[in-house]
């Protein structure tokens, strides 16, 4: 058992869940949280201390407005900074203005369900909607912990359903006209997204990937850590799953470029001046050394699946505005994103008759489910597939 100060609780070893359990007692109540190590015990109760010293007294009358900022607040270090924005965003922009000013013990089901039935009206996505209650879950969840709510109502709001995002895999023409024009018009891109359809890394992986990542002679890249940018600042923080910490095996050909990107950008650094190591990154400006951010990168794919798309519209017989017009509504009408590349990968294994369980692998998903879901639409053909032969019974001679 590990003692503390009185008023700071105390953390051991309940022997009948057969879990580490943090104890303190807040506002005349005593509160447990449970853990499987002795060191995330400690972790979670010094989370509940930091609530007792900020002061935080929920009651039932406390609003939403109050409640919220100050939940937040607590647990900030809890989560992955790009988490914190997100849930700072969607609280600041969408859920107080709708439920601020309700008292905790106000917020009921079908209040919640107004909140997000509105949104729709308004234009919003069912996405949107659906992550603002995921986030309000989360937080009441603290209140009912602390017995301020006997249930959290959010388990019993109708969240609009959100519509599957569309899956865009690229066919072999389309993603080889593109490594094409980037390496034509902008080489210094072409090694970024050659790589994303090698090896269906996330774009922050790849922005965050150095050579000390790669093992050239075993053919391998670990995923290691992921950037996020906030600003001008990169932050590198590790993958936000267990599973998305990953090794992902290279095929000849990727082996032989990195190979000669690696001589490349040692080369260059000797000739611009700028250090080199196995700590550099893989994808930077051969010019001066900069690595190359993950917005862009974003900006950059954008505008070259626009020119290819601009550049099959026929203006022969067209006027000026109506030329304009024409390669506006082409580039808009492009559908193709830089993450498409990830999905490209993963189509294209799936349609091999590669295993699921090696595609969520090599994805970084938490769970194969998650995999079948995103590509749901390409599992009937392997199905179709996989029953060609087959029979229970010998046929009649």
């Known amino acids: 058992m590990t003692k503390r100060a009185n008023d700071e609780g105390s953390v051991f070893l309940n022997q009948s869940k057969g879990l580490w359990e943090a104890k303190i007692t807040i ?25 007792k010293n900020l002061g935080i007294a929920i009651t039932s009358n406390m609003k939403l407005n109050q409640f919220l900022p100050e939940w937040l607040e607590v647990h900030k270090n809890t989560i992955r900074e790009k988490s914190y924005d997100d849930y700072k965003g969607v609280m600041k922009n969408h859920i107080l203005p709708r439920l601020g000013n309700y008292s905790l013990h106000k917020l009921t089901p079908e209040v919640i369900t107004r909140a997000w039935s509105t949104m729709i009206r308004e234009g919003y996505s069912p996405t949107l909607t659906k992550h603002c209650q995921a986030r309000l879950s989360v937080a009441l969840t603290t209140a009912v912990k602390r ?37 034509i018009n902008y080489p210094q891109y072409y090694g970024i997204v050659f790589i994303a359809l090698q090896t269906a890394m996330r774009r922050g992986e790849l922005c965050a990937l150095q050579w000390r990542d790669i093992d050239l002679d075993l053919a391998n890249i670990y995923v290691n850590r992921s950037v996020f940018e906030k600003g001008s600042v990169s932050r590198y923080q590790p993958p936000k799953t267990r599973s998305g910490q990953r090794e992902i095996a290279l095929v000849p050909e990727a082996v032989i470029f990195l190979r000669d990107l690696k001589e490349a950008m040692k080369a260059s650094a000797d000739k611009y001046g700028y250090d080199f190591s196995e700590h550099s990154h893989v994808f930077r400006y051969s010019h001066n050394g900069g690595n190359i951010k993950t917005h862009t990168i974003t900006k950059a794919f954008k505008k070259i699946v626009q020119l290819i798309a601009m550049s099959k519209v026929n203006t022969t017989d067209l006027s000026a505005a109506e030329t304009k017009i024409a390669k506006a509504a082409a580039a808009k009408a492009t559908k193709i994103h830089f993450h498409d590349l990830r999905h490209t990968h993963a189509g294209i294994m799936l349609k091999m008759g ?39 019974f010998n046929q009649p001679v």
Request: one cysteine or more; aromatic letters at 6%.
């Open 354 to 392: 590669v295993h699921p369980k090696v595609v969520q692998e090599r994805l970084g998903h938490s769970s194969i489910s998650i995999t079948m879901d995103i590509y749901s639409h390409i599992t009937p053909n392997m199905q179709r597939e996989a029953i060609k032969g087959f029979t229970l």
């Open 147 to 183: 017995n301020i709510l006997s249930r959290n109502p959010c388990q019993y709001a109708t969240v609009p359903k959100a519509q599957q995002k569309e899956i865009n895999i690229l066919d072999e023409k389309d993603y080889q006209e593109i490594l094409e024009f980037t390496g």
């Open 27 to 51: 506002d005349g109540k005593r509160i447990s949280r449970y853990a499987k190590t002795q060191q995330l015990a400690l972790a979670k109760l010094a989370d509940l201390n930091k609530e």
